[in-house]
């Protein structure tokens, strides 16, 4: 494909991953009764939160400042949906399954980006993790409620497997365009596979020693 073609194509994801991100950050304020400002910030925040902070640590200029479409797609789709929900009811694991897509479409943009600025393989892998999941970070602490990230949940280990599936990809010659989307689908399966059937990490814990009970 074509370098043009390819940056249309990422572009555009680019965009779809910002609008998804900013329903899930709408559709967590929608649980917590948030007004329609608070409503927006949130959305924004989750949306733009991962690329801002990978921008600010590669040392590049933050991308919404350079392209105020960004800002746009966050208003747009979280006004649409706030005034949908009054309406119609959305179900509630709508959210994880964007979520999901927001999560592959971001990480696999954040790790082109770093790859492309000519950062070393595990930075660029940092920088794909980053992108896909500090916005939502940012969403669950700011409406109080613990991390995807930090929970048992296969969300920040989705993001690594696509991210590193990418590098391979690329490593080995195979099209952009077909490791971009290969990507992205298996870090949404992965995800979406994680939540219907309630595949988890296993939980850090401390080893406790049996006791022993002497009978006399």
């Known amino acids: ?6 940056a249309l194509t990422l572009y555009y994801l680019d965009l779809v991953g910002t609008a998804v991100f900013a329903i899930t950050g709408l559709l ?3 649980r917590k009764e948030l007004d329609l400002f608070g409503a927006i910030v949130i959305a924004m925040v989750t949306a ?3 690329g801002t902070l990978r921008d600010l640590i590669i040392d590049v ?3 919404w400042t350079q392209n105020d479409i960004y800002i746009y797609v966050v208003v747009i789709a979280a006004l649409l949906l706030f005034f949908l929900a ?3 009811r959305l179900p509630i694991k709508l959210l994880l399954f964007l979520d999901a897509l927001g999560l592959a479409v971001f990480t696999v943009i954040g790790t082109q980006k770093a790859m492309a600025l000519g950062f070393s393989d595990p930075i660029a892998i940092m920088t794909g ?3 896909g999941v500090v916005g939502g970070v940012i969403r669950d602490v ?3 409620e613990v991390p995807l990230v930090f929970r048992k949940e296969i969300y920040a280990t989705a993001s690594f497997v696509g991210a590193s599936i990418f590098l391979v990809m690329v490593h080995f010659s195979v099209d952009t365009d077909m490791a971009v989307v290969l990507s992205i689908l298996i ?3 992965m995800r979406v596979w994680a939540i219907m059937y309630n595949i988890e990490l296993p939980v850090f814990i401390s080893y406790k020693p049996r006791e022993i009970t002497q009978k006399n």
């Open 1 to 6: 494909m074509r370098p043009m073609t390819l």
């Open 28 to 30: 967590a304020a929608r």
């Open 48 to 50: 733009i939160g991962g």
């Open 61 to 63: 200029p933050v991308f």
């Open 86 to 88: 009054r309406f119609r």
């Open 129 to 131: 993790i980053m992108t």
């Open 142 to 144: 700011l409406v109080g």
């Open 187 to 189: 870090t949404l399966m």
